[in-house]
């Protein structure tokens, strides 16, 4: 089965859960992926303790939808949880930060202080600053301060972080939008006093997650798996959950290795256009190699900001 991890660096997780083992491949830009998802995609169950405990009830997710557990399993997660504030008595130090995915959309957010800025990678903040930091709850209290008197969301939606990114503006101005908030911030009223403020430092993803090779005037949206279906192109680029792949042409020559992964630097995507695709949904699938030579899972093609409407084709790109 696959998932998603998110660090420095994109990557899929792989997990055997007859032999209990784990490994990671890594996804550079240009490594050749070609894989085809098997039988049916099962709920991951919970992660406790570093390890995974198997769904007992064996549950079959929508291959369309981006959860990986069972309203059961998810449940059960949610118990023990700082973000459903079901842990309140984390002892750990936590991080208040300012993400910015595009313009008009920065989001304020926190995050365990030993993870640095992992979770910030994790949701494709194209670029971030630090608030303050301190125990959970002053970071919550900060958190809710920021949403009352600013106005700052906690979060958005996936659709328009990938729009944002087909159109953001120079660094500087990056940097500007979240040291003008970061200000406005650190000015309120009711900041926690147990929560230590921190000077403004703007650090910037657009380099890490390799956007300079999106192509402008937006791209293709993959579409959920189902059995049998296949992807098969390049790694363009990566941002949060979100890879960037150069879908192969029908013409084009070769296919993928073992464990559904070409090697790097090949022609698996040559011609073909580029397609976005949410990591997320491969959790929960076994995934092999695929026999064919071009994607067949669903592709929609997205227009330009303000084009008209895309439909959803069935691929073989």
């Known amino acids: 089965m696959a998932g998603p991890e998110g660090r420095f660096g994109q990557r899929l997780g792989w997990y055997c859960a007859e032999r209990d083992a784990e490994r990671v491949s890594l996804l550079p830009p240009g490594k050749a992926l070609a894989f085809a998802a098997v039988g049916e995609r099962r709920c991951l169950g919970v992660r406790r303790a ?3 405990l198997v769904c007992p009830y064996g549950a079959v997710l929508d291959g369309a939808g981006v959860k990986d557990q069972c309203p059961r399993c998810a449940q059960l997660d949610r118990s023990r949880s700082v973000a459903a504030d079901t842990m309140a008595d984390d002892p750990r130090p936590y991080g208040v930060y ?4 595009g313009p008009g959309l920065v989001k304020v957010g926190i995050t365990a202080a030993e993870r640095g800025a992992a979770r910030l990678v994790e949701q494709g903040a194209v670029a971030y600053a630090w608030l303050g930091r301190g125990p959970l709850m002053a970071a919550r ?43 406005a911030a650190t000015e309120l009223a009711g900041w926690p006093e147990s ?17 300079a090779r999106v192509p402008a005037g937006g791209v293709a949206e993959l579409g959920g798996l189902t059995a049998g279906a296949e992807v098969v192109g390049e790694v363009v680029a990566g941002a949060g959950a979100d890879v960037y792949l ?11 290795g073992a464990d559904g992964e ?15 695709l949410d990591a997320r949904m491969l959790s929960g699938w076994v995934l092999g190699a695929a026999r064919g030579r071009v994607t067949t899972v669903p592709v929609r093609r997205v227009p330009e900001a303000g084009g008209a409407g895309g439909g959803e084709q069935e691929g073989l790109f």
């Open 50 to 52: 570093g390890r995974w």
């Open 98 to 101: 300012l993400a910015y995915f």
């Open 141 to 183: 209290r900060a958190e809710a301060v920021l949403g009352s008197a600013l106005g700052v969301p906690d979060r958005f939606a996936k659709e328009a972080k990938r729009a944002a990114r087909g159109a953001l503006p120079p660094v500087a101005e990056r940097a500007a939008a979240l040291a003008e908030l970061h200000g």
């Open 195 to 211: 929560l230590e403020p921190v000077e403004f430092a703007c650090a910037d993803h657009f380099e890490l997650f390799g956007l």
């Open 246 to 256: 150069r879908l192969r042409s029908a013409d084009a020559e070769g296919v993928g």
């Open 262 to 276: 070409g090697g790097e630097g090949g022609a698996a995507g040559a011609g073909g256009p580029v397609a976005v």
